[in-house]
């Protein structure tokens, strides 16, 4: 069982950057597969990235260029760098650890872009 604390977000203007991160708690952490998905107020919650237990990487066409997903399994922390952020990805960002058995959610966090 994990339990997911994520950290970073706030205000920025266009342009600018930002960084999320997620910290674990429990075991086996390497052999989670991580997410990071958005919801906007009303809307569904989408996939932005992800990273496989082998480290592949996968990106929503609206964020690829832009943003980086990437773990350490050292410290159990998974990362959202994102670059060149744009109006349109304000929302609320969560961290997502998935394997057979067990999917865990992070609380949230708000990202706004604005000027």
């Known amino acids: 069982q994990l339990q997911l604390v994520q950290s970073g977000g706030g205000k920025v203007q266009p342009g600018g950057s930002l960084r999320l991160s997620c910290a674990a708690s429990?075991?086996?952490?390497?052999?989670?597969?991580l997410e990071w998905h958005r919801q906007e107020p009303g809307k569904q919650r989408d996939l932005v990235a992800s990273?496989?237990?082998?480290?592949?990487?996968d990106y929503a066409d609206s964020v690829k260029g832009r943003f980086t997903i990437s773990r350490d399994n050292g410290e159990n922390t998974v990362y959202l760098q994102m670059n060149s952020l744009k109006p349109e990805d304000t929302a609320v960002y969560y961290c997502?650890?998935?394997?057979?058995?067990?999917?865990?959610w992070g609380q949230g966090t708000q990202v706004t872009v604005s000027s």
């Open positions: 997502k650890a998935w394997r057979f058995g067990g999917t865990y």
């Open positions: 429990g075991s086996e952490f390497w052999l989670y597969h």
């Open positions: 990273i496989s237990n082998l480290r592949i990487t």
